[in-house]
Nanobody, 121 residues
Framework: QVQLVESGGGLVQAGGSLRLSCVASGSIFGINAMGWHRQAPGKQRELVATITTGGSTNYADSVKGRFTISRDNAKNTVYLQMNSLKPEDTAVYYC???????????????WGQGTQVTVSS
């Protein structure tokens, strides 16, 4: 089994910064893309950022220039540095990773349990 555990969420004032971390553990044969999504109250879950094994990144327009995604492949960890936070960034942030199944060779996507980020105005 594979587990993803996020950390680093919390309460911050507008204009502040937070850094989220997500560690993958368990039966890991390989990890492909990793990323972050978020879900605000009453809204659908939306993509925030993704990063490939080689380091190519993709961001939602709403966070470009403010958020930076990175990863440490040796530690099976993905990070999200969030700067210039706005009240509209308030949401539960979920990490996800495509982890290779040893027997099938497929890469099912796994999700963390989420971490709350609250930005006050």
């Amino acid at each position: 089994q594979v587990q993803l555990v996020e950390s680093g969420g919390g309460l911050v004032q507008a204009g502040g910064s937070l850094r989220l971390s997500c560690v993958a553990s368990g039966s890991i044969f390989g990890i492909n893309a990793m990323g972050w999504h978020r879900q605000a109250p009453g809204k659908q879950r939306e993509l925030v950022a993704t990063i490939t094994t080689g380091g190519s990144t993709n961001y939602a327009d709403s966070v470009k220039g403010r958020f930076t995604i990175s990863r440490d492949n040796a530690k099976n960890t993905v990070y999200l540095q969030m700067n210039s936070l706005k009240p509209e960034d308030t949401a539960v942030y979920y990490c996800n990773a495509y982890v290779q199944n040893y027997y099938s060779g497929n890469y099912p996507r796994y999700w963390g349990q989420g971490t709350q980020v609250t930005v006050s105005s």
